[in-house]
Structures are given as C-alpha cells and as structure tokens.
C-alpha cells in the first residue's frame, strides 16, 4: 500500500524512491509489526482476560504448571494481526508468493481459531477433533502446495535442493506438491507441539524466519542467486517483508510471553506461524535447510512420535512426558533452563542452515 504511495509520489520528489529498497521495506516491516504488538499488547491481553479466554491447563502435566492457570490464551491472534498489517502497509501486494505466505497464515489461523474455540468456549478438552483438523490442514496446505507448484513451472520450481552439496538437487517434478504439502502441515503441526512452555516456540519461528529470509532475499536477487549455487525464484525476494513482519511481531509477542507469560499462543498463533514458515521455505526451494534450522521443533515432534510408537508396541514410555520440554521438566530442570537452551540450540542450527549457502 505504502509502496504504491511512493511509486506516485517519487515523481515529485525523488527522496520516495527509497521506498522501492526491498531491505529497507523488509526492516520498516519488522519495525512496524514490533511496535504494533508492543503498543496493543497490553489492550488485547486485557480484552482477552476480561472474556475469560484462560489456557487449559493439563492435570498431567508438570505441577509447577498448576500456576499458570487463569493466564489469558489465543494472544497469537495479535500475531497474525501485527504481520497482517505490516505485509499490507509494506509489502508488494502484486506479488503472488507473499500474498501466499498471507494466505497460509490466515487459513491456519483460522483452523488455529477453532481449536480454541472450542477448548476455551465450548470446554471440549480435546478440541477439533483429529479428523477435522486433519481434513482442514490438507485443504489448505495442497491449495497453497498447488498454488506455489502452478506458480513457478520453471525447472528450479520441480527440484528439491540437497544443501552442503554442490550439485545437489533431485528433480521431483508434479511430486513437488507433495512435498510441499507435507512441509507446510508438518512445519505448522510441528510449531504448536513446541508452543508448549512460556516464549519456547516464539524465539525459535523468529530466528528460523530471520535465516528464511536471508535465502528468500538471495533466491530472489538472480546475481546472489548464481553466485551462491541456490535456485533463484523471481519474485521470492518479496517474502523478506513478511519475513520481517514475523520478526518484529514474534519479538513484540515475547514481550508478554516470556517467562512467567503474561498470555500464550494458542494453536490460533502456533499453526498459523508454522505454517507460514513452511510456506516461505517451499517458496523459495529449500524445504530441507528448514529441517536443519528448524531442529527444536523436528525434535519435539519425533519424541512425540516416539513417545506413542514405544508405548502402543511395547507398552513402555521412553519419556517422562512427551512432548521432550516436558520430559527436561520432570527431570528437575527449571522452565527458564528448558526455554533458554532450547533457544541456544535454534541459534546453532540456524548458524548452521546458513552455512549451506557457502558450502557446496
């Protein structure tokens, strides 16, 4: 929206131009959604606590959680509205790979929504139910996955890129949708197992967009894209807006959220950011770097995995509790320690994900 303004208003004073800078657009982003959560935050956590939209908290759980209860939930809403906000204010609407990064955070949001509609409203402790959710998450992630896949029929659109290796790429062709899809549902799945401890999920979706965002920059810029060996996407540079957008609404967020939280996620924010990242890495080709930098939440969902395989087939649990945060809890582990070398292990991997762009 801004962008158009300054197209028009360049051709009188030429200072507008500035605008056009996608670096510049992509830090105005961050900026905007940052200040946009820290100023409404505390209205929207009041709102909130004032409709009684308190977190459920799980009887078998750690006991120290027992002093979570009554902190108001569903504070991803003020996510998805800072990003959404940002993306309009900053981005090139025009362009199909960011309006579909939108998309993805909306529909997810919405699944999200009514999840926690009916923990809080309706007191149904299991949600939506499995299958519901199941049928709504592949509606959305095999639009979005056909949408990218019709969206870019170049060569580099049907390959999955092997990172650390020179010449590493499979060509998949029409198969590329299916992968997508799986990345897109998996990532957003994946997320909200980890939205489980004050500020644990938040830090890691921003320092994995911070790295989705170098590479959307570099997929998107052809000479950056040749020099380093990576598939250059046209248009892809445009997603480092709403790669901003997270940024600066995540970190605005974990104002509130961290430890001890003033207000949590909820699916509404975790299944909607997940899938957003999820959306980014198809984008621009680099579906595997997300499970490198994305880890934490690759491990979360294993030892759930795990968890459930272990005790259907030989009626034993390897965890104290699954997911794995939960099991460093019961060990004896103090939440703030949990949190924090969760943290320190997403800065590694992402530190590592970006080393693929010079290794090959």
């Known amino acids: 929206m801004l962008l158009w303004l300054a197209d028009y208003l360049a051709q009188y004073y030429h200072g507008f131009a500035v605008v056009k800078y996608l ?5 105005l982003s961050s900026i905007t959604a940052f200040a946009f959560s820290l100023i409404i935050g505390p209205i929207f956590i009041k709102k909130l606590s004032s409709l009684q939209l308190e977190q459920p908290i799980r009887s078998d759980g750690p006991q120290t959680h027992s002093l979570k209860a009554g902190t108001p939930t569903m504070g991803g809403g003020l996510i998805i509205i800072a990003i959404t906000i940002s993306v309009l204010l900053w981005g090139e609407l025009s362009n199909n790979y960011m309006l579909c990064a939108l998309c993805s955070l909306l529909a997810f949001g919405f699944i999200g929504f009514i999840d926690d509609y009916k923990k809080i409203i309706k007191k149904d402790p299991k949600g939506l139910s499995a299958k519901w959710k199941f049928l709504l998450q592949t509606f959305a992630g095999l639009s979005i996955a056909v949408f990218l896949y019709y969206n870019n029929q170049t060569i580099e659109g049907q390959t999955i890129i092997i990172p650390y290796l020179k010449d590493g790429s499979i060509f998949l062709g029409s198969w590329c949708m299916l992968i997508s899809y799986l990345a897109i549902v998996g990532t957003s ?8 401890l004050d500020g644990l999920a938040v830090l890691p979706v921003v320092l994995v967009t911070i790295c989705l965002g170098i590479l959307a920059y570099v997929a998107g810029h ?3 894209a040749n020099y380093l060996l990576v598939p250059h996407v046209y248009g892809a540079g445009e997603l480092t807006v709403i790669c901003g957008a997270i940024v600066g609404s995540g970190l605005g967020f974990l104002w509130f959220n961290t430890y001890p939280a003033q207000v949590f ?4 924010g975790a299944l909607a950011l997940g899938a957003t990242i999820g959306t980014i890495a198809v984008a621009i080709r680099q579906e595997l770097i997300l499970i490198v930098i994305g880890g934490v939440f690759v491990m979360e969902t294993l030892s759930v995995i795990l968890q459930v395989a272990s005790f259907k087939l030989i009626g034993k649990r390897i965890f104290k509790m699954a997911p794995i945060h939960h099991h460093f809890e019961l060990k004896g582990w103090p939440e703030p320690r949990v949190i924090v070398r969760f943290w320190i292990i997403t800065f590694i991997l992402v530190l590592i994900g970006l080393m693929s762009l010079k290794v090959r």
């Open 189 to 196: 799945n994946a997320v909200n197992l980890t939205d489980g």
């Open 222 to 224: 052809f000479g950056f």
């Open 23 to 27: 670096t510049l657009r992509a830090i």
């Open 265 to 268: 996620m909820g699916d509404i």
